[in-house]
């Protein structure tokens, strides 16, 4: 009877574990991405392809933006020694990663000031990525932010639709 209390006593930290959250605030702290993010996942969830979503960053020229790339596929590592290339933008990263709505984010650590996460090594996370033997051509359906640091505003678009090709501005 006490080992099935012990394992009862420690379930919900195991369960609080898996990276599973209910709302985005504690993820991420800006309104309007949290809206740009939950558009996106409406849309991953209407086409229910594939429940992962790769969250890269880059800080622009002179770091007056910052671009947040996500797409609807996981991390891709490519086994074939011809391809270990492509595999070195992954090396150098550390990934947080989160669970919302079924769906599996993996976030590099190049917006850890936006996606307030825990972030771990390559090696990790290389067990969870998609393993391939060399590129495949894909067209993952993707969305692309970018945040003007001076004045805060936020341009995006995504390829969900021919009518959202175009960069969108929001408030």
């Not at 993952?140 to 805060?152: L, T, V």
Request: aromatic fraction near 16%; hydrophobic fraction near 35%.
């Amino acid at each position: 009877m006490k080992k099935y209390l012990y394992y009862f006593l420690f379930l919900p930290f195991f369960i609080g574990c898996n990276g599973s959250i209910e709302n985005l605030d504690s993820v991420v702290q800006d309104k309007r991405i949290q809206q740009l993010l939950d558009e996106y996942i409406v849309n991953v969830l209407r086409m229910d392809e594939n429940k992962n979503v790769f969250v890269a960053g880059n800080i622009g020229k002179k770091s007056k933006t910052v671009e947040i790339a996500l797409y609807n596929q996981q991390p891709i590592l490519y086994i074939n020694q011809d391809a270990d290339y492509l595999n070195l933008y992954l090396k150098s990263k550390e990934f947080g990663f989160f669970r919302y709505k079924g769906i599996n984010f993996y976030v590099t650590n190049d917006l850890q000031n936006i996606f307030k996460l825990e972030y771990k090594s390559f090696d990790h996370f290389q067990n969870k990525f998609e393993k391939k033997n060399e590129p495949e051509p894909n067209d993952p359906y993707s969305m692309f932010i970018n945040i003007n640091i001076r004045d805060s505003s936020i341009t995006y678009y995504s390829n969900s639709s021919k009518e959202s090709l175009k960069w969108k501005k929001i408030k």
